[in-house]
């Protein structure tokens, strides 16, 4: 066996092509690489669909939200004397905004320039290149690093109570409504609520 292999090498530092099968073999492998190459594999980015409302926050998040808000405050504002059974509806100006944070690069090049009659003549340009900042994520894969995430802002809210017909309940749910989401008075409304 060994001599085989003696023999093989030898014949390859004179310069002897490879045997037919041989050429084959290394062909094939050669193909198969270039296959596993150029074929694409599914990067494990295709997450569940919980991942996916999370990380687009679309309006699912923002009814979500809503029907949050709205359950909270209900059951806040039912302990406030003479306020009764509450149903609460909330409703938003926008989604959740996501503050993307921003590696920011600043250049100054000043030059000297002299015109035909002798003057000189200074320029100094400034120039700022702001580009995302990525984290890695425990697959491999990058995402832009959120530094900021804002709630979204409350556009109005309506108060259906049963004391919605007393100037004072009606006042403290006003100045709770305030307190607790920073709604201008014009955008809260309260109303008594119907017997059913």
């Known amino acids: 066996m060994e001599s085989k292999w003696r023999s093989y090498l030898a014949g390859v530092r004179k310069g002897e092509k490879l045997p037919g099968k041989r050429q084959l073999l290394i062909l094939l492998l050669v193909g ?8 694409p594999v599914p990067d494990g980015k295709e997450g569940s669909e919980d991942d996916k409302k999370q990380i687009s926050g679309g309006s699912q998040d923002t009814s979500d939200y809503e029907a949050y808000l709205e359950e909270k405050t209900a059951r806040t504002l039912q302990y406030v004397e003479g306020v009764g059974k509450v149903k609460v509806m909330i409703t938003l100006k926008s989604g959740a905004q996501k503050i993307i944070e921003k ?12 015109d035909s009659q002798g003057g000189t003549r200074t320029s100094n340009d400034i120039s700022s290149d702001k580009t995302s900042v990525y984290e890695q994520n425990s697959d491999g894969s990058q995402s832009p690093y959120v530094s900021k995430e804002l709630s979204p802002e409350i556009e109005g809210v309506v108060v259906i109570a049963d004391g919605g017909d007393n100037a004072v309940v009606v006042k403290n749910i006003t100045e709770a409504v305030q307190a607790l989401f920073g709604v201008e008075a014009h955008k809260i409304k309260i109303m008594k609520r119907a017997d059913t």
Do not use: C, G, K, R
């Open 103 to 114: 590696d920011q690069q600043s250049s100054s090049q000043t030059t000297e320039e002299e």
């Open 32 to 39: 198969i690489l270039l296959m596993v190459i150029v074929i």
